[in-house]
């Protein structure tokens, strides 16, 4: 049976879930009006459909896995089982007032009208915490719903905050750290045939993103300092040179440690190094 995995149609999540994708080897041509497209190399059908409805989608068994993000997935009614984050679409529910109000603290809001996107989250995270609230349910520009006497305070997505600064609101607190992920039905198998295919070639490029494949020759007396350094999974690779004593040596190391460990290594007397990205990892 055809496995289906649904990815948003557009918006924030679309680009780079194609991209993730494409970089794991799934082939497919997507066209502008097509809602689902076979993938030509697995026995996959990716179905487009609006972000919003990725989880009642997987939830109703129309797909076997989703790709959406933890907001959607927590506003969703779903019951749903996060396999991976992916590291991408990061944003978070940031509770916000007018910079002139008077409110400073979660609790001040209580009885406050809070506009939204995201309202049952919103009375949740409130409902916890034993502070009265009433949600204004809003599908966009949340923003904007003080300004309009609407509203006392919002709960809205940010990334990086600047656009609430813009529209003069100041952060209260985080409801919630939100990113894309890859999510199916509790107690679904997932360990077998196509969909563990699949979970498995999406683990692997989002374990490859933070990870370079480095090369370099070095003097054979080096290596147990390189090996220091950059020791890799079991071990670096050692290739002898056709020049006596020289070797090439290639590791994987964390992108973040690079900044460091390249000098490192050329002090420790490796030359001709080259950084190469990784498509996939399995480690
Ligand atoms: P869309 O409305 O289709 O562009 O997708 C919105 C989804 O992208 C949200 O539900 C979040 O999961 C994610 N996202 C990431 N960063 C942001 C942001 N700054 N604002 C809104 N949504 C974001």
Request: aromatic content about 2%; overall charge negative; some cysteine.
């Amino acid at each position: 049976m055809t496995i289906r995995l649904a990815v948003p149609n557009k918006g924030r999540l679309q680009q780079p879930t194609a991209n993730m994708l494409k970089q794991g080897g799934l082939s497919y041509e997507k066209t502008d009006r097509a809602l689902s497209v076979p993938v030509k190399n697995m026995d996959l059908e990716i179905l487009f459909v609006r972000t919003d409805d990725v989880s009642e989608f997987v939830a109703d068994g129309v797909a076997d896995l989703g790709i959406t993000g933890i907001d959607l997935l927590t506003e969703s009614a779903a019951d749903l089982e996060i396999i991976t984050k992916l590291g991408y679409g990061s944003c978070r529910l940031t509770a916000a007032v007018p910079k002139i109000s008077d409110i400073m603290t979660l609790d001040d809001l209580a009885g406050a009208r809070i506009a939204t996107s995201h309202p049952v989250t919103t009375q949740r995270f409130f409902e916890e915490r034993s502070i009265p609230i009433t949600t204004v349910s809003l599908s966009g520009s949340v923003e904007v719903a003080p300004k309009l006497d609407i509203a006392d305070a919002i709960v809205d997505l940010v990334s990086s905050g600047s656009t609430m600064l813009i529209n003069g609101l100041r952060p209260i607190a985080n409801v919630l750290e939100s990113e894309a992920v890859l999510v199916g039905r509790p107690g679904a198998s997932l360990q077998n045939g196509t969909v563990a295919q699949i979970i498995l070639t999406i683990q692997s490029v989002v374990a490859a993103r933070t990870k370079r494949y480095v090369m370099m020759n070095a003097p054979a007396a080096a290596v147990a300092s390189i090996e220091a350094i950059i020791p890799g999974f079991a071990a670096p690779t050692v290739i002898p040179l056709a020049h006596d004593h020289m070797v090439a040596i290639h590791s994987v190391v964390d992108s973040a440690r690079l900044g460091s460990v390249l000098p490192e290594l050329k002090d420790a007397g490796a030359t001709g190094i080259l950084v190469l990205p990784i498509d996939q990892l399995i480690a």
